[in-house]
């Protein structure tokens, strides 16, 4: 019988469907291991992986700092370590906090409302195409006042960078990936030649405005596209799994009327089954993890769904409690590389959750979801509902 190590392949079809009971007993037999796949050091707990989140000094996210190259179009926030990353992050985190959120939250919510007025009665519709790509889409749009790209042409774009996430598993995913942030990036540049409307691009054009340095204005840019497509995908992917999660737990969305219970419900929904699976850093220096010796230029990959259910962090850890407070989950990652993005996320899961209890028809499952085969984010292809009048 294959170890609990072998079993572990993040594209099998069982893993896909289900990846906690694998990643608990991973988390007590072999919290620190290495995968072949991805050629890297895999964490399961959470206080290693924090850890690594944290110390950008021994752990580097960009790969140039131990010998590696980065295509042009990738450096942003996201590859960047501090302090190179500190000036680009702290002009969109100003910008964001600029912004009127709850503005977005309630036009998100009255978006979901007409949408589910569209749907009621009318028989199974998918989840993702009918509600996760157009409210993602429209929120991330919103939130950077810019026209929302069509939802059909945009889904497929995103798509193609999602998967090339999973490149060191599959490297023909590598070129389309490539081509598909080349699509992505051209958009951007049409925002910035363009007078956006207001919104955080407009308010961190107007801050670069004066800036001669040829490469932060290329950081702004890169970070831009990765913001639009990091917010929409991440967004998608965590409606689609929290829709999923409130089918399979009868009473969860009628218990989130209650204000309080909306704010950490929302919270807990993507501690329990997350959007972003995990994320990769290198070993700057040698260092130890558990019991095991990293070396120099090895790779490490905190897992973060076995992270978000370690009972060591989070008691009653595979149960879905949604006054979970504190609730320091890892389902946005940690750090200075965790999303920009994730006050607007909430945003959109609440709208959803709102929205939801605010209609007169019954969410109800409708078969068997699909999932994608990403190891990187956790995300549906399709999954069926009905909405019962």
Not at 72 to 89: A, G, K, N, Y
Not at 231 to 242: C, D, F, K, L, R
Not at 253 to 276: Q, S
Not at 359 to 373: K, T, Y
């Amino acid at each position: 019988m294959p170890s609990v190590t072998d079993r572990y392949n993040p594209l099998d079809a069982e893993i896909l469907r289900d990846p906690y009971p694998v990643l608990a007993e991973l988390r007590m037999r072999a919290p620190v291991f290495w995968h072949t796949g991805m050629d890297s050091w895999t964490l399961t707990r959470y206080a290693d992986s924090v850890r690594v989140l944290r110390d950008h000094e021994t752990f580097a996210r960009d790969p140039r700092r131990t010998g590696g190259k980065v295509p042009e179009p990738s450096l942003s926030v996201q590859t960047l370590d501090p302090p190179q990353q500190s000036r680009v992050r702290s002009l969109f985190m100003t910008a964001l906090r600029a912004q009127d959120l709850v503005g977005v939250e309630d036009r998100a919510r009255l978006l979901v409302r007409e949408r589910l007025d569209q749907l009621a009665g009318g028989g199974p519709f998918d989840v993702v195409a009918e509600i996760a790509v157009p409210l993602s889409v429209a929120v991330v749009a919103d939130l950077l006042g810019v026209e929302p790209p069509p939802y059909g042409e945009f889904a497929e774009v995103s798509d193609a960078i999602m998967r090339s996430m999973d490149g060191g598993l599959n490297p023909a995913l590598v070129e389309p990936g490539r081509v598909a942030r080349q699509q992505l990036s051209d958009l951007v540049d049409s925002w910035f030649a363009a007078s956006a409307r207001s919104g955080l691009l407009a308010r961190v054009r107007q801050a670069m405005a004066a800036d001669p340095d040829a490469l932060t204005r290329l950081y702004v840019k890169n970070t831009a596209r990765v913001m639009f497509q990091g917010g929409y995908s991440t967004m998608a992917a965590a409606v689609g799994n929290a829709v999923h999660t409130l089918l399979a737990h009868p009473g969860a969305l009628g218990r989130m009327r209650d204000g309080a219970l909306l704010a950490t419900g929302v919270d807990e929904l993507v501690r329990f089954d997350g959007p972003v699976q995990g994320t990769t850093r290198t070993a700057v220096r040698s260092c130890r993890i558990g019991h095991v010796d990293i070396a120099p230029g090895q790779k490490v990959v905190p897992l973060f769904a076995a992270a978000n259910r370690d009972p060591a962090a989070f008691t009653r850890a595979d149960e879905l409690v949604l006054d979970r407070i504190p609730n320091r989950h890892l389902g946005y990652g940690w750090g200075p590389h965790s999303c920009i993005g994730t006050t607007v996320a909430q945003a959109g899961l609440r709208a959803l959750v709102a929205a939801l209890n605010d209609h007169p028809a019954r969410l109800a499952a409708a078969g068997e979801g699909v999932r994608h085969r990403t190891a990187t984010m956790r995300a549906f292809d399709t999954l069926p509902a009905a909405l019962l009048v």
